[in-house]
């Protein structure tokens, strides 16, 4: 599928069909793809928690009542947070990753990168603003995952109808200076899923209305 019949065929799921699981290298192709999420600066200030089973089962309390059925039948539920505070170690492991992967071929080039990343993260923490900067990378993942599953037949929801301060609680975020930007489940759609695109079509305003060319 090219990107624009992705875009148009995707669709939320409202039905799993709880017998299907996503199996290990369909999650992991997935996953590849997510990691190549840009994000301001390559900081790349979000985790993905994969959850099955007991894991899964636990964070059940803290999703909404209307969300609950997909939640339970979905085969994996996903929680990304972002970063609440400045992490050195991630900042490291960034750079390391840029090191190796031969983005940074020399010492003063290591250096300047270093030093951006550190500006804008301060930047951020200044303004107080920095949660809602990492958050808004973690949205850039989360559009990624989504395509990401669709393209290799795997369905989802994003779930943004969750108590954050009972997702956070489960997952012990606070300590870890994270936080829940929202949780996506993924699996594979119920044969009579209400949501399908040929009872629900989907519908957005057109090019027109969305966008203004300005000269
Ligand atoms: C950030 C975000 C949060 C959402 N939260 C929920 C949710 O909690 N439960 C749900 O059933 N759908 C949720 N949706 C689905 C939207 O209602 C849906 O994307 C929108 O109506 C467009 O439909 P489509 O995704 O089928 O194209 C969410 C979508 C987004 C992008």
């Avoid at 969750?162 to 489940?185: H, Q, T």
Wanted: hydrophobic share 35%; net charge negative; charged share 30%.
């Amino acid at each position: 599928m090219n990107f624009k019949e992705l875009m148009e065929t995707r669709y939320t799921t409202k039905h799993y069909d709880a017998t299907r699981k996503v199996d290990d290298q369909t999650l992991r192709a997935i996953l590849e793809a997510v990691r190549l999420t840009p994000t301001s600066v390559n900081s790349q200030p979000y985790h993905f928690y994969v959850l099955t089973g007991e894991a899964k089962q636990k964070l059940r309390d803290g999703i909404k009542d209307f969300n609950q059925k997909r939640y339970d039948a979905a085969s994996h539920a996903i929680v990304i947070s972002c970063k609440t505070k400045i992490d050195e170690e991630h900042l490291k492991a960034v750079l390391e990753a840029e090191i190796k992967d031969g983005r940074l071929p020399n010492e003063d080039l290591v250096a300047a990168q270093d030093k951006s990343r550190h500006f804008f993260s301060n930047l951020h923490i200044e303004n107080g603003d920095f949660e809602a900067w990492t958050c808004k990378q973690a949205y850039i993942a989360f559009a990624t995952l989504v395509y990401a599953a669709h393209d290799v037949g795997v369905d989802s929801t994003a779930l943004e109808g969750i108590d954050y301060d009972k997702v956070n609680e489960i997952m012990g975020f606070k300590d870890k200076g994270e936080a829940c930007a929202l949780v996506v489940s993924l699996g594979y759609r119920a044969q009579d899923d209400s949501n399908t695109l040929d009872k629900r079509p989907k519908s957005r305003l057109s090019v027109e209305q969305l966008v203004s060319f300005i000269d």
